[in-house]
């Protein structure tokens, strides 16, 4: 596999690869909890997520969402969930679903650009947000090189398993475990 250093790179403004769109904002009166369906925030933690409800969704999951409020963080929803305000969603122009890979690609490919422009005094909104332009690999056609980020994301991905997998074998080999001395009665 090809790495970053090897590919071709393009920018492309986020409007040409997505569709940029608002939310519908479910009002928190109408929420009721202990459900399975996600209600995704503002908040650059957890993903966004504030807590689960059994409200039906009002977005489709597959897509990434941004906090268009302030800072602009990014995060990917892969099922379908309910929102708050100034959450913004990114669908590929094309209607396919972003997988997992791509979506964190494309997610640190936003972060990047994004890197302390944005905040309070000058939020991410939707004008910023489809003007605003990203480096991608691209294909030999221009286009953005998806199979490329997915294989790249995928290969990350198993790298640090492996590296999670050394590390939990050598803290479980350095544990001194004495057996319990029990005494028969």
Same mark, same amino acid.
């Given at each position: 596999?090809?790495?970053?250093?090897?590919? %071709?790179?393009?920018?492309?403004?986020? =409007?040409?690869?997505? $569709?940029? !769109?608002?939310?519908? $904002?479910?009002?928190? !009166?109408?929420? @009721? %909890?202990?459900?399975?369906?996600?209600?995704? $925030?503002?908040?650059?933690?957890?993903?966004?997520?504030?807590?689960?409800? !059994?409200?039906?969704?009002?977005?489709?999951?597959?897509?990434?969402?941004?906090? !268009?409020? $302030?800072?602009? /963080? *990014?995060?990917?929803? &892969? /099922?379908?969930? #309910?929102?708050?305000?100034? *959450? =913004? %969603? #990114?669908?590929?122009?094309?209607?396919?679903?972003?997988?997992?890979? *791509?979506?964190?690609?494309?997610?640190? &490919?936003?972060?990047? &650009?994004?890197?302390?422009?944005?905040?309070?005094?000058?939020?991410?909104?939707?004008?910023?947000?489809?003007? +605003?332009?990203?480096?991608?690999?691209?294909? &030999? %056609?221009?286009?953005?090189?998806?199979?490329?980020?997915?294989? /790249?994301?995928?290969?990350? =991905?198993? +790298?640090?398993?492996?590296?999670?997998?050394?590390?939990?074998?050598?803290?479980?080999?350095?544990? +001194?475990? @004495?057996?319990?001395?029990?005494?028969?009665?």
């Amino acid at each position: 596999m090809k790495t970053l250093d090897q590919c %071709k790179w393009r920018a492309f403004k986020i =409007e040409d690869i997505f $569709t940029i !769109s608002g939310t519908i $904002t479910t009002h928190p !009166s109408l929420l @009721t %909890k202990k459900g399975n369906v996600p209600r995704i $925030t503002c908040a650059a933690t957890n993903n966004g997520l504030d807590d689960f409800y !059994s409200n039906p969704p009002t977005e489709k999951g597959g897509v990434l969402t941004i906090d !268009s409020a $302030t800072v602009g /963080y *990014v995060g990917y929803q &892969a /099922y379908d969930f #309910l929102a708050t305000d100034h *959450v =913004e %969603k #990114l669908t590929l122009k094309d209607g396919r679903k972003l997988s997992r890979y *791509v979506a964190l690609f494309i997610k640190m &490919a936003i972060d990047k &650009a994004c890197n302390g422009k944005y905040g309070y005094g000058y939020k991410f909104a939707q004008q910023r947000i489809r003007r +605003q332009t990203l480096q991608l690999p691209i294909t &030999a %056609k221009g286009e953005p090189d998806w199979a490329f980020m997915e294989e /790249y994301m995928k290969a990350k =991905e198993y +790298q640090l398993l492996m590296q999670y997998q050394k590390h939990i074998a050598q803290v479980i080999d350095n544990q +001194q475990i @004495t057996p319990p001395h029990h005494q028969l009665r």
